[in-house]
């Protein structure tokens, strides 16, 4: 769990780290079925781990719910002399499934931040409509309050035998 803050709007995230090798896939088909956004991480000093996000994202869209929010992140960005998958690529990738894109490093933190508040962003704007209802719920509510509290206001004291409000 981690709260971030985003539009000035403190939101509380559940982060899952799910297992990359073959073997746990029967549990990490579990890990789509509830999530909102998902980061599709590769390494950057690995052309193979590259290579396995289009598994990844067919498998994202057969079990993930319709509307999850993806980003792409090559990670290890801070293994320079290792590269092996260029920016370019992962641009080009994420261009093609239409996520957006960072190379991160989470031995320097780069990007970390900017990532998690996206991916927060993305998962909110997608949400948006039901935030909405929820508000004009809320403010329904209110203005009902407010006009229940002038109707009392009306068999007050002043129109009223009663001398006291309780
Ligand atoms: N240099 C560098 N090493 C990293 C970075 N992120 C992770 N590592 C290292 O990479 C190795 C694997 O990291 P994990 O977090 O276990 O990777 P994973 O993808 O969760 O692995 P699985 O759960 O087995 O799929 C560890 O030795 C980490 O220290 C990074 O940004 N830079």
């Known amino acids: 769990m981690k709260t971030i803050e ?8 559940q982060i899952w780290d799910t297992a990359g090798q073959e073997r746990y896939q029967t549990i990490t088909k579990q890990y789509y079925r509830r999530a909102q956004g998902i980061f599709l991480v590769y ?6 781990s590259y290579q ?3 598994k990844w994202v067919s498998d994202v869209d057969e079990y993930a719910p319709e509307g999850v929010q993806k980003i ?4 290890k960005a801070d293994e320079e002399q290792k590269r092996q998958v260029g920016r370019e690529q992962g641009q080009q990738l994420a261009k093609e499934y239409g996520m957006d894109f960072y190379e991160t490093s989470a031995c320097t933190n780069l ?3 900017e990532s998690f508040t996206r991916l927060t962003e993305l998962v909110l704007q997608a949400h948006r409509k ?3 209802g929820l508000q004009t719920h809320a403010s329904n509510e209110l203005a009902l309050a407010e006009l229940e509290e002038e109707d009392g ?12 409000w309780c």
């Open 52 to 54: 396995h996000i289009m």
């Open 111 to 113: 990007n970390i931040k």
């Open 130 to 132: 039901e935030l909405d």
């Open 72 to 75: 792409l992140i090559g990670n």
């Open 43 to 48: 390494d950057i000093s690995s052309e193979r």
């Open 153 to 164: 206001k009306a068999e007050g004291p002043a129109n009223s035998s009663k001398t006291c």
């Open 6 to 13: 985003v539009d000035g709007i403190k939101v509380r995230i």
